[in-house]
């Protein structure tokens, strides 16, 4: 199945959100053991999300490249 731009998008948006929501839960356990793997888990969360926006951008990039050059006929 190929990625659309827009689906990755929409995927980073969903990890960015996680992750605040994670790093909340993190700061209400801080005496907890479990915060530090709560805190791995927004990282892990915020990179994933940094990683599908780049990947977004590069589809873009390469439709807008695509669609911009005209073969002839």
């Known amino acids: 199945m190929a990625l659309t ?3 990755l998008r929409a995927r980073a948006l ?3 959100r996680l ?6 839960e993190a700061g209400a356990e ?8 709560l805190i791995e888990l927004a ?4 990179r994933d999300a940094v990683h599908d926006d780049e990947r977004a951008r590069v589809l ?3 439709n807008d490249v ?6 002839p006929e």
Do not use: H, N, W
Request: charged fraction near 25%; hydrophobic fraction near 35%.
């Open 14 to 16: 969903r990890y960015q």
């Open 30 to 37: 801080s005496g907890d053991p479990i915060a530090p793997r």
């Open 5 to 7: 731009p827009q689906f």
């Open 19 to 24: 992750a605040i929501k994670v790093r909340r």
């Open 43 to 46: 990282e892990m969360l915020e």
């Open 66 to 71: 695509a669609t911009s050059c005209s073969f």
């Open 60 to 62: 873009l990039e390469v």
